[in-house]
């Protein structure tokens, strides 16, 4: 079965046509020489350049370079994208509601575009406390939607941050473990919360373990934190916002 299909790049209003029909089926992948504008809570510009645009079935969309994990410019999943045909040039609109955001990308020529029909799998991980921390490092959606990560070990006067994730003007700090959390994990985690809390920061706690022990999850409850259990992906704090990733125990870190 064919992955992935080519768009034809010879009438572009053609084009424009068939990027909006599957944008919420299949990932579509451009190659071109693009500009990029953005407005929102700031605004930036890059001018023309050979980029990679990605829009994923979820409205995330994201422009890579030749170097770096981390998009140059990205809108999150449920932006919507907007493809047109201006003087036979590609032009794609992504809008993200709230907060109100826009990603303008123009092409002045594109290579190729293909649309994708990729799987959308569940992640196995077997390994220590680092595994989990890359795991998300990879993928902060695992712990919140839309949330970019910042860091791992990143150091404080209590001791460093397993991982910190910022969502919007909210930070998330990350306390992971491979073994079944007690007291001293939440403790922890209320001092790393507590620093930048005293910095004037909005700031969350986020416990990730296998399990937890009942002393430990009723003062988690106390101090209003999240506890995550990447065995049974159930957040035991009745939120859905849960690692969906099975994680078989390795050895302890």
């Not at 700031?42 to 409205?59: E, F, M, Q, T």
């Not at 770096?68 to 047109?84: I, K």
Request: charged letters at 25%; hydrophobic letters at 40%.
């Amino acid at each position: 079965m064919k992955i992935c299909i080519d768009v034809d790049l010879v009438e572009c209003p053609n084009a424009s046509q068939i990027l909006s029909t599957v944008r919420r089926e299949m990932v579509i992948l451009i190659v071109g020489e693009m500009s990029i504008e953005y407005t929102g809570r700031a605004s930036s510009y890059a001018p023309n350049a050979y980029r990679l645009l990605i829009v994923k079935p979820d409205g995330a969309l994201l422009v890579h370079e030749s170097t770096r994990v981390d998009p140059l410019n990205w809108q999150p999943p449920r932006s919507v994208a907007y493809f047109e045909c201006i003087e036979n040039k590609l032009k794609v609109k992504s809008v993200r509601e709230d907060p109100h955001e826009e990603v303008i990308i123009e092409f002045s020529s594109i290579d190729f575009i293909k649309v994708c029909d990729l799987a959308s799998t569940k992640l196995t991980v077997i390994g220590r406390e680092s595994d989990i921390v890359r795991v998300i490092l990879m993928n902060p959606s695992v712990i919140e939607d839309n949330a970019v990560a910042i860091g791992s070990d990143v150091p404080t006067t209590y001791g460093k941050i397993d991982v910190l994730l910022r969502k919007d003007n909210k930070l998330i700090v990350v306390e992971v473990k491979n073994e079944k959390a007690g007291v001293s994990a939440v403790v922890q985690l209320k001092r790393y919360v507590e620093f930048y809390a005293n910095q004037g920061q909005e700031v969350e706690g986020v416990l990730v373990a296998p399990d937890i022990s009942r002393d430990a999850l009723a003062l988690l409850n106390r101090e209003g934190y999240r506890f995550i259990d990447f065995n049974t992906l159930r957040s035991r704090s009745g939120t859905s916002k849960t690692l969906e990733k099975f994680f078989k125990m390795g050895k302890k870190n």
